[in-house]
Protein backbone atom coordinates (compact mmCIF):
# COMPACT_ATOMS: atom_id res chain seq x y z
CA UNK A 1 0.00 0.00 0.00
CA UNK A 2 1.08 3.76 -0.54
CA UNK A 3 0.07 6.85 0.78
CA UNK A 4 1.65 10.41 0.72
CA UNK A 5 2.18 10.18 4.52
CA UNK A 6 2.08 7.72 7.35
CA UNK A 7 0.83 8.85 10.89
CA UNK A 8 1.77 6.91 13.68
CA UNK A 9 0.02 7.37 16.70
CA UNK A 10 -3.81 7.43 16.94
CA UNK A 11 -4.55 10.14 19.69
CA UNK A 12 -5.80 13.48 19.69
CA UNK A 13 -2.72 14.77 18.39
CA UNK A 14 -1.84 11.71 15.69
CA UNK A 15 -5.59 11.99 14.42
CA UNK A 16 -5.86 15.90 13.90
CA UNK A 17 -2.42 16.06 12.39
CA UNK A 18 -3.67 13.43 9.79
CA UNK A 19 -7.36 15.47 9.23
CA UNK A 20 -5.43 18.96 8.81
CA UNK A 21 -2.78 17.11 6.32
CA UNK A 22 -5.71 15.22 4.24
CA UNK A 23 -7.85 19.07 4.30
CA UNK A 24 -4.34 19.68 2.61
CA UNK A 25 -4.74 17.51 -0.25
CA UNK A 26 -2.47 14.49 1.39
CA UNK A 27 -3.64 10.85 0.86
CA UNK A 28 -2.74 9.66 4.82
CA UNK A 29 -2.40 6.76 6.31
CA UNK A 30 -3.46 6.38 10.24
CA UNK A 31 -1.66 3.56 11.95
CA UNK A 32 -1.80 2.59 15.48
CA UNK A 33 -1.88 -0.52 17.49
CA UNK A 34 -4.78 -0.47 19.41
CA UNK A 35 -8.23 1.87 18.06
CA UNK A 36 -8.32 5.64 17.81
CA UNK A 37 -8.55 7.36 21.77
CA UNK A 38 -7.79 4.59 23.25
CA UNK A 39 -4.59 5.59 24.89
CA UNK A 40 -3.38 8.79 26.91
CA UNK A 41 -6.43 11.16 24.91
CA UNK A 42 -8.94 8.41 26.46
CA UNK A 43 -8.28 9.78 30.17
CA UNK A 44 -8.13 13.42 31.09
CA UNK A 45 -10.16 15.81 32.11
CA UNK A 46 -11.83 16.61 29.20
CA UNK A 47 -10.76 19.96 29.37
CA UNK A 48 -10.13 22.65 25.70
CA UNK A 49 -8.90 24.65 28.58
CA UNK A 50 -8.62 28.07 26.13
CA UNK A 51 -7.58 29.93 29.89
CA UNK A 52 -4.62 28.01 30.72
CA UNK A 53 -1.99 30.41 28.89
CA UNK A 54 0.53 29.71 31.89
CA UNK A 55 2.06 26.18 31.74
CA UNK A 56 1.99 23.60 34.56
CA UNK A 57 5.55 24.97 36.04
CA UNK A 58 7.71 22.63 38.67
CA UNK A 59 7.14 24.38 41.86
CA UNK A 60 9.54 26.95 42.72
CA UNK A 61 8.53 27.38 46.39
CA UNK A 62 11.03 25.43 49.12
CA UNK A 63 7.78 24.70 51.64
CA UNK A 64 5.53 23.51 48.53
CA UNK A 65 8.96 21.26 47.25
CA UNK A 66 9.21 19.96 50.96
CA UNK A 67 5.51 18.84 51.04
CA UNK A 68 6.03 17.01 47.89
CA UNK A 69 8.99 15.56 49.13
CA UNK A 70 7.03 13.45 51.99
CA UNK A 71 4.97 12.20 49.29
CA UNK A 72 1.61 12.41 50.79
CA UNK A 73 0.02 14.66 48.65
CA UNK A 74 -2.68 14.15 46.14
CA UNK A 75 -1.74 16.18 43.48
CA UNK A 76 1.89 14.79 43.15
CA UNK A 77 3.20 11.72 44.12
CA UNK A 78 6.41 9.80 43.27
CA UNK A 79 7.67 5.82 43.58
CA UNK A 80 10.92 6.23 45.39
CA UNK A 81 12.55 3.16 43.03
CA UNK A 82 12.54 5.30 40.28
CA UNK A 83 13.28 8.92 41.64
CA UNK A 84 17.06 8.83 41.17
CA UNK A 85 16.08 7.82 37.17
CA UNK A 86 13.78 11.01 36.76
CA UNK A 87 16.38 13.35 38.79
CA UNK A 88 17.80 14.67 35.09
CA UNK A 89 14.38 15.19 33.77
CA UNK A 90 12.92 17.35 37.09
CA UNK A 91 16.21 19.07 37.50
CA UNK A 92 15.81 20.59 33.82
CA UNK A 93 11.98 20.74 34.24
CA UNK A 94 12.99 22.87 37.57
CA UNK A 95 15.39 25.28 35.82
CA UNK A 96 12.87 26.01 32.71
CA UNK A 97 10.23 26.93 35.51
CA UNK A 98 12.39 29.86 36.52
CA UNK A 99 10.13 32.73 36.00
CA UNK A 100 12.36 33.90 33.20
CA UNK A 101 12.33 30.86 31.56
CA UNK A 102 8.36 29.87 32.38
CA UNK A 103 7.37 33.42 30.45
CA UNK A 104 9.49 32.03 27.59
CA UNK A 105 7.44 29.09 27.80
CA UNK A 106 4.56 30.49 27.98
CA UNK A 107 4.59 33.02 24.67
CA UNK A 108 6.02 30.08 22.93
CA UNK A 109 2.42 28.07 23.44
CA UNK A 110 0.63 31.05 23.44
CA UNK A 111 -0.39 30.74 19.69
CA UNK A 112 -1.76 27.29 20.21
CA UNK A 113 -3.70 28.14 23.14
CA UNK A 114 -5.19 30.87 21.35
CA UNK A 115 -6.05 29.23 18.63
CA UNK A 116 -7.51 25.99 20.61
CA UNK A 117 -11.35 26.44 20.65
CA UNK A 118 -11.45 27.48 17.17
CA UNK A 119 -10.31 24.55 15.74
CA UNK A 120 -11.97 22.31 17.41
CA UNK A 121 -14.88 24.23 16.90
CA UNK A 122 -14.49 23.32 13.18
CA UNK A 123 -13.41 19.79 13.49
CA UNK A 124 -16.41 19.20 16.22
CA UNK A 125 -19.36 20.58 13.62
CA UNK A 126 -17.54 18.35 10.71
CA UNK A 127 -17.21 15.19 12.74
CA UNK A 128 -20.99 15.97 14.17
CA UNK A 129 -19.58 15.92 17.77
CA UNK A 130 -21.87 18.70 19.28
CA UNK A 131 -23.52 16.67 21.41
CA UNK A 132 -20.24 15.60 23.62
CA UNK A 133 -19.01 19.18 24.35
CA UNK A 134 -20.27 21.80 26.56
CA UNK A 135 -19.55 25.67 26.33
CA UNK A 136 -19.39 26.61 30.29
CA UNK A 137 -15.86 26.64 30.98
CA UNK A 138 -14.25 25.17 34.03
CA UNK A 139 -14.15 26.13 37.49
CA UNK A 140 -10.90 26.68 40.12
CA UNK A 141 -12.05 25.57 43.34
CA UNK A 142 -10.35 27.10 46.49
CA UNK A 143 -10.79 25.91 50.30
CA UNK A 144 -8.37 28.50 51.89
CA UNK A 145 -9.59 31.93 52.10
CA UNK A 146 -5.63 33.67 52.19
CA UNK A 147 -4.98 31.07 48.48
CA UNK A 148 -8.35 32.08 47.25
CA UNK A 149 -8.23 35.84 47.43
CA UNK A 150 -4.08 35.27 46.38
CA UNK A 151 -5.68 33.64 43.17
CA UNK A 152 -8.15 36.19 42.58
CA UNK A 153 -5.25 38.88 42.37
CA UNK A 154 -2.94 36.33 40.18
CA UNK A 155 -5.72 36.47 37.63
CA UNK A 156 -5.97 40.13 37.01
CA UNK A 157 -2.25 40.15 35.47
CA UNK A 158 -4.11 37.65 32.99
CA UNK A 159 -6.49 40.64 31.76
CA UNK A 160 -4.19 41.61 28.49
CA UNK A 161 -5.54 38.24 27.18
CA UNK A 162 -8.63 38.91 27.19
CA UNK A 163 -9.52 35.77 29.22
CA UNK A 164 -13.56 36.36 30.57
CA UNK A 165 -13.71 34.87 34.05
CA UNK A 166 -16.25 35.20 36.74
CA UNK A 167 -15.10 35.41 40.66
CA UNK A 168 -17.32 33.57 42.98
CA UNK A 169 -17.28 33.87 46.79
CA UNK A 170 -18.65 30.96 48.46
CA UNK A 171 -22.63 31.81 48.28
CA UNK A 172 -22.17 32.30 44.32
CA UNK A 173 -20.42 29.28 43.92
CA UNK A 174 -22.69 27.36 45.92
CA UNK A 175 -25.73 28.10 43.18
CA UNK A 176 -23.41 27.28 40.84
CA UNK A 177 -22.88 24.06 42.51
CA UNK A 178 -25.35 23.40 45.30
CA UNK A 179 -24.12 19.21 45.93
CA UNK A 180 -20.47 20.75 46.72
CA UNK A 181 -19.61 21.59 50.21
CA UNK A 182 -19.00 25.13 51.30
CA UNK A 183 -18.12 27.07 53.99
CA UNK A 184 -15.89 25.13 56.75
CA UNK A 185 -14.17 22.64 55.29
CA UNK A 186 -15.16 23.08 51.78
CA UNK A 187 -15.05 25.85 49.04
CA UNK A 188 -14.43 28.94 50.58
CA UNK A 189 -14.08 30.95 46.72
CA UNK A 190 -13.85 29.84 43.55
CA UNK A 191 -12.49 31.49 39.54
CA UNK A 192 -15.28 30.60 36.88
CA UNK A 193 -12.80 30.45 33.57
CA UNK A 194 -15.79 31.15 30.73
CA UNK A 195 -13.42 30.35 27.70
CA UNK A 196 -12.65 26.83 28.04
CA UNK A 197 -15.01 24.18 26.48
CA UNK A 198 -15.41 20.58 28.50
CA UNK A 199 -15.82 17.43 26.84
CA UNK A 200 -18.00 14.77 28.26
CA UNK A 201 -15.55 11.76 26.45
CA UNK A 202 -12.65 12.58 25.24
CA UNK A 203 -12.04 9.28 23.98
CA UNK A 204 -15.14 9.46 22.11
CA UNK A 205 -14.56 12.73 21.01
CA UNK A 206 -10.68 11.76 19.24
CA UNK A 207 -13.07 8.38 17.37
CA UNK A 208 -15.84 10.91 16.30
CA UNK A 209 -12.49 13.12 14.56
CA UNK A 210 -11.17 9.81 13.40
CA UNK A 211 -14.43 8.11 11.84
CA UNK A 212 -14.47 12.17 9.66
CA UNK A 213 -10.97 11.72 8.46
CA UNK A 214 -11.98 7.84 7.29
CA UNK A 215 -15.25 9.47 6.02
CA UNK A 216 -13.12 11.88 3.68
CA UNK A 217 -11.31 8.81 2.20
CA UNK A 218 -8.55 8.47 4.94
CA UNK A 219 -6.92 4.94 6.05
CA UNK A 220 -6.87 3.64 9.85
CA UNK A 221 -4.61 0.17 10.13
CA UNK A 222 -3.66 -1.04 12.83
CA UNK A 223 0.07 -1.91 13.09
CA UNK A 224 3.47 -1.69 14.58
CA UNK A 225 4.92 1.40 15.18
CA UNK A 226 8.11 0.17 15.57
CA UNK A 227 8.56 -1.62 12.09
CA UNK A 228 8.84 1.74 10.99
CA UNK A 229 12.15 1.90 8.74
CA UNK A 230 13.89 4.14 6.09
CA UNK A 231 12.30 2.66 2.29
CA UNK A 232 13.53 3.94 -1.23
CA UNK A 233 12.43 7.85 -1.21
CA UNK A 234 10.87 7.51 2.37
CA UNK A 235 8.92 5.32 4.79
CA UNK A 236 7.31 2.49 5.54
CA UNK A 237 5.83 0.57 8.45
CA UNK A 238 3.76 -2.88 8.15
CA UNK A 239 0.65 -3.14 9.32
CA UNK A 240 -2.00 -6.04 9.32
CA UNK A 241 -3.07 -5.28 5.80
CA UNK A 242 0.32 -5.04 4.38
CA UNK A 243 3.36 -2.74 4.81
CA UNK A 244 2.41 0.75 3.71
CA UNK A 245 4.91 3.04 2.38
CA UNK A 246 4.95 7.29 2.09
CA UNK A 247 7.14 9.53 1.36
CA UNK A 248 6.58 11.26 4.78
CA UNK A 249 5.86 9.75 8.05
CA UNK A 250 4.67 11.76 11.42
CA UNK A 251 5.83 10.61 15.01
CA UNK A 252 2.75 11.11 17.30
CA UNK A 253 2.72 8.62 19.48
CA UNK A 254 2.65 10.67 23.02
CA UNK A 255 4.31 8.62 25.49
CA UNK A 256 5.68 5.68 23.32
CA UNK A 257 7.06 7.84 20.73
CA UNK A 258 10.53 7.53 22.04
CA UNK A 259 10.67 4.02 20.52
CA UNK A 260 11.31 5.63 17.10
CA UNK A 261 13.06 8.89 18.19
CA UNK A 262 15.50 7.07 20.25
CA UNK A 263 16.03 3.88 17.98
CA UNK A 264 17.29 6.86 15.44
CA UNK A 265 19.94 8.51 18.10
CA UNK A 266 17.73 11.75 19.07
CA UNK A 267 18.10 12.28 22.51
CA UNK A 268 14.85 14.42 23.29
CA UNK A 269 14.66 14.83 26.98
CA UNK A 270 10.69 13.06 27.08
CA UNK A 271 9.35 12.69 30.52
CA UNK A 272 6.24 10.56 31.56
CA UNK A 273 3.97 12.13 33.91
CA UNK A 274 1.68 9.21 35.08
CA UNK A 275 -2.15 10.05 35.86
CA UNK A 276 -5.08 8.15 37.41
CA UNK A 277 -8.94 8.12 37.04
CA UNK A 278 -11.88 6.61 37.78
CA UNK A 279 -16.07 7.25 37.17
CA UNK A 280 -18.57 7.14 39.90
CA UNK A 281 -22.08 7.55 39.99
CA UNK A 282 -23.82 9.89 42.00
CA UNK A 283 -26.31 9.58 44.61
CA UNK A 284 -29.75 10.44 43.68
CA UNK A 285 -30.40 14.23 44.17
CA UNK A 286 -26.66 14.93 44.08
CA UNK A 287 -25.38 16.40 40.77
CA UNK A 288 -22.08 18.02 39.54
CA UNK A 289 -22.70 20.33 36.19
CA UNK A 290 -19.17 21.68 35.92
CA UNK A 291 -15.64 20.77 35.72
CA UNK A 292 -14.67 21.49 39.16
CA UNK A 293 -10.60 21.26 40.03
CA UNK A 294 -9.43 21.34 43.93
CA UNK A 295 -6.74 23.57 43.14
CA UNK A 296 -5.40 22.30 46.97
CA UNK A 297 -5.79 18.97 46.55
CA UNK A 298 -4.87 18.56 43.39
CA UNK A 299 -7.71 16.63 41.60
CA UNK A 300 -10.74 16.93 39.39
CA UNK A 301 -13.92 15.96 39.09
CA UNK A 302 -15.82 16.25 35.74
CA UNK A 303 -19.18 15.21 34.90
CA UNK A 304 -18.48 12.59 31.72
CA UNK A 305 -21.10 10.35 30.28
CA UNK A 306 -19.98 7.56 32.03
CA UNK A 307 -20.32 9.23 35.55
CA UNK A 308 -17.87 11.73 37.36
CA UNK A 309 -14.60 11.45 36.35
CA UNK A 310 -11.86 11.92 39.49
CA UNK A 311 -8.29 12.71 37.70
CA UNK A 312 -4.92 12.57 40.21
CA UNK A 313 -2.18 15.07 39.49
CA UNK A 314 1.07 13.51 38.52
CA UNK A 315 2.59 10.28 39.75
CA UNK A 316 6.28 10.36 38.94
CA UNK A 317 7.05 6.25 38.24
CA UNK A 318 8.55 4.19 35.29
CA UNK A 319 5.80 4.17 32.69
CA UNK A 320 6.18 0.55 32.96
CA UNK A 321 5.51 0.16 36.94
CA UNK A 322 2.39 -1.35 38.13
CA UNK A 323 -0.87 1.45 39.03
CA UNK A 324 -0.28 1.83 42.08
CA UNK A 325 -3.47 3.13 43.87
CA UNK A 326 -2.25 5.26 46.48
CA UNK A 327 -2.64 8.28 44.73
CA UNK A 328 -6.37 8.12 43.53
CA UNK A 329 -7.38 6.56 46.97
CA UNK A 330 -6.16 9.96 48.73
CA UNK A 331 -7.79 11.89 45.77
CA UNK A 332 -11.38 10.14 46.55
CA UNK A 333 -10.84 10.87 50.23
CA UNK A 334 -10.63 14.56 49.74
CA UNK A 335 -13.22 14.71 47.02
CA UNK A 336 -15.56 13.07 49.19
CA UNK A 337 -14.97 15.65 51.72
CA UNK A 338 -16.76 18.32 49.36
CA UNK A 339 -19.10 15.78 47.01
CA UNK A 340 -20.78 12.62 47.66
CA UNK A 341 -19.09 10.94 45.03
CA UNK A 342 -21.32 7.51 45.60
CA UNK A 343 -20.33 4.44 44.26
CA UNK A 344 -17.07 3.92 41.68
CA UNK A 345 -18.13 2.36 38.10
CA UNK A 346 -14.72 0.38 37.33
CA UNK A 347 -13.34 -2.06 39.31
CA UNK A 348 -10.05 -0.43 39.35
CA UNK A 349 -8.78 3.03 38.64
CA UNK A 350 -7.51 3.83 34.90
CA UNK A 351 -3.66 4.59 34.75
CA UNK A 352 -2.28 6.79 31.91
CA UNK A 353 0.71 8.11 30.77
CA UNK A 354 1.28 11.93 29.60
CA UNK A 355 4.27 12.56 27.66
CA UNK A 356 5.88 15.96 29.01
CA UNK A 357 8.69 18.04 27.82
CA UNK A 358 11.12 20.14 30.66
CA UNK A 359 10.23 22.66 28.56
CA UNK A 360 6.71 22.80 28.70
CA UNK A 361 6.18 23.08 25.36
CA UNK A 362 5.69 20.13 22.60
CA UNK A 363 8.42 18.64 19.75
CA UNK A 364 6.07 19.75 16.50
CA UNK A 365 8.30 19.45 13.08
CA UNK A 366 11.08 18.29 10.99
CA UNK A 367 13.44 15.67 12.00
CA UNK A 368 16.51 17.39 11.92
CA UNK A 369 18.65 14.55 10.28
CA UNK A 370 16.38 12.05 8.57
CA UNK A 371 14.45 13.70 5.41
CA UNK A 372 10.47 13.01 5.59
CA UNK A 373 10.54 12.23 8.99
CA UNK A 374 8.34 14.37 11.07
CA UNK A 375 7.23 14.46 14.80
CA UNK A 376 4.53 15.98 16.95
CA UNK A 377 4.65 14.69 20.80
CA UNK A 378 5.74 16.06 23.89
CA UNK A 379 2.14 17.80 25.09
CA UNK A 380 1.85 16.92 28.20
CA UNK A 381 -1.32 18.14 30.16
CA UNK A 382 -2.73 19.87 26.88
CA UNK A 383 -3.06 17.76 24.44
CA UNK A 384 -6.59 17.88 23.69
CA UNK A 385 -6.86 21.16 24.06
CA UNK A 386 -4.22 22.05 21.39
CA UNK A 387 -4.35 18.97 19.35
CA UNK A 388 -6.63 20.25 16.49
CA UNK A 389 -4.09 23.43 16.45
CA UNK A 390 -0.84 21.06 16.94
CA UNK A 391 -1.90 18.99 14.02
CA UNK A 392 -2.63 22.38 11.66
CA UNK A 393 1.31 23.43 12.46
CA UNK A 394 2.55 20.85 11.80
CA UNK A 395 0.67 20.38 8.48
CA UNK A 396 1.46 23.72 7.13
CA UNK A 397 5.01 23.09 7.79
CA UNK A 398 4.60 19.67 6.19
CA UNK A 399 3.05 21.39 2.85
CA UNK A 400 5.14 24.62 3.16
CA UNK A 401 2.17 26.89 3.91
CA UNK A 402 2.80 30.00 5.77
CA UNK A 403 2.77 28.41 9.54
CA UNK A 404 -0.06 29.94 11.67
CA UNK A 405 2.67 30.48 14.47
CA UNK A 406 6.48 30.60 14.70
CA UNK A 407 7.63 26.71 14.89
CA UNK A 408 10.88 27.76 16.48
CA UNK A 409 9.75 27.17 19.75
CA UNK A 410 9.04 23.73 18.92
CA UNK A 411 11.76 22.19 16.95
CA UNK A 412 13.28 19.24 18.12
CA UNK A 413 16.63 20.30 18.03
CA UNK A 414 16.06 22.54 20.68
CA UNK A 415 17.99 20.40 23.36
CA UNK A 416 21.07 20.45 21.68
CA UNK A 417 22.40 18.50 18.18
CA UNK A 418 22.00 14.93 18.91
Known amino acids: MKADVVVLGAGIVGVCAALHLQTRGRSVALVDRAGPGEGTSYGNAGLIERSSVVPYAFPRSVPTILRYALNRSSDVRYDPRDILRAVPFLFRYWRHSSPGNLAVAARAMLPLIEASVDEHDALIEAAEAGDLVRAEGWIAAYRDPRRFEQEVADAAALAPHGLRLSVLDSPAFAALEPSVRTGDGGISGALHWLDPKTVRDPGELTRRYARLFERRGGRILVGDAGSLHASGQGWAVRTGGGEVAAPDAVVALGPQSDTIFRTLGYAIPLGIKRGYHRHFTLPEGVALRHAVVDEEAGYVLAPMRQGVRLTTGVEFARSDRPADGRQIALAER ?85
Open 334 to 418: KAREILDLGTPVEAHPWLGRRPCLPDMRPVIGPAPRHPGLWFSFGHAHHGLTVGPASGRLLAELMTGAEPFADPAPYRADRFGPR
